[in-house]
């Protein structure tokens, strides 16, 4: 089945699955609302602060695209949806923890306004509701995959902290850290939309597919962003990966390109957190003269294309290819 072509005319964007999700969405946010609750008033004070934040809620919008996408007629894939971005939000809350962050979605984080204590323990409530969520429509495959996503991603985040700093990490392992802290939740929405609908085995897999390569390349764009876009566009503070000695895919192809004396700045700066006022622009200079931000996005459009070509088991419709956009808006955001 060929992939249907988009209008390459204009920007990518998710404004068509938005749309077509616009009414099981409602449902979604009156759940987030309702869940986020709690007579203890920092909880809601709290997580309120990010969750209205904004966000584009691509997570719980493809966790409803893809049960409507495998003919779902029920209520349950608005509590998994839910499910999902209080999985998200719970993690967000914790990385600006651990990564020191002050800016989330162009705001002051809610560890800058609130502390870290409070945000690691808000973090845990939020965890505990989607837990609630997740076992409502009483399926254990669907139990099964976002329990075990819950998991990854928490070991994705732990892999992460083991390599910060660590510029023996390759390409593989740095996927591996992709793979898990992010992709994980990407395909554990996507999958669980089929499973709810019924969908046989090989279509929820190809919908865990999709999931997992558009999360990959959404990693791969925020990594190269880190390091290409402005501090408006991107909504977080720029250099944040370099600041921290995140080692990602750009440091990991420019260290690999680098001269000897190339090769120590990176190890001055990433390994040792050795880094003056001036650093961050020449980190920027050597990315941009070893075009590792270019190969970045190239290998985020190779990854893309796996995600698109994997919901081809599904009939061409509008939702598909909405679906496919939004694959290119994750791409393009920020370029």
Not at 175 to 195: D, N, Y
């Amino acid at each position: 089945m060929s992939q249907p072509v988009r209008d390459n005319h204009r920007p990518a964007s998710i404004d068509a699955l938005s749309a077509l999700v616009a009414d099981d969405m409602q449902a979604v946010n009156a759940l987030i609302i309702e869940k986020m609750q709690s007579p203890v008033a920092l909880i809601p004070q709290l997580a309120s602060h990010l969750i209205a934040a904004g966000g584009k809620r691509l997570r719980p919008m493809i966790t409803i695209a893809a049960a409507l996408l495998s003919g779902y007629r029920g209520a349950d894939h608005a509590k998994l949806a839910a499910c999902v971005e209080f999985i998200h939000t719970a993690t967000l809350l914790h990385d600006d923890v651990v990564d020191e962050s002050n800016l989330r979605r162009g705001l002051a984080s809610a560890n800058a306004v609130f502390g870290n204590k409070p945000s690691v323990l808000v973090g845990d409530f939020l965890f505990s509701r989607a837990f609630e969520l997740m076992v409502e429509p009483g399926s254990l495959e669907v139990l099964a995959i976002l329990s075990r996503a819950s998991a990854v991603i928490a070991e994705g985040e732990v892999l992460q902290l083991v390599t910060t700093n660590d510029l023996s990490t390759d390409e593989d392992k740095y996927l591996e850290v992709i793979g898990s802290k992010t992709a994980a939740l990407f395909a554990a929405a996507a999958e669980v939309g089929g499973v709810i609908a019924g969908r046989p085995a090989e279509d929820n897999q190809a919908l865990a597919r999709f999931g997992q390569e558009l999360g990959i390349a959404f990693q791969l764009i925020d990594d190269a962003l880190d390091y290409a876009a402005s501090q408006a566009a991107l909504g977080k503070t720029v250099g944040d990966d370099f600041r921290e000695g995140k080692i990602t895919l750009p440091i990991i192809l420019a260290y690999a390109k680098g001269s000897e004396e190339e090769r120590v700045f990176w190890r001055r700066t990433m390994e040792d957190l050795e880094q003056d006022d001036s650093d961050l622009a020449k980190a920027q200079k050597l990315i941009e003269a070893h075009g590792t931000v270019a190969e970045t996005v190239e290998r985020a459009r190779q990854r893309g294309e796996i995600a698109k070509q994997a919901l081809n088991r599904f009939p061409d419709s509008p939702l598909r290819r909405a679906l496919c956009e939004a694959v290119d808006f994750a791409i393009e955001r920020g370029h």
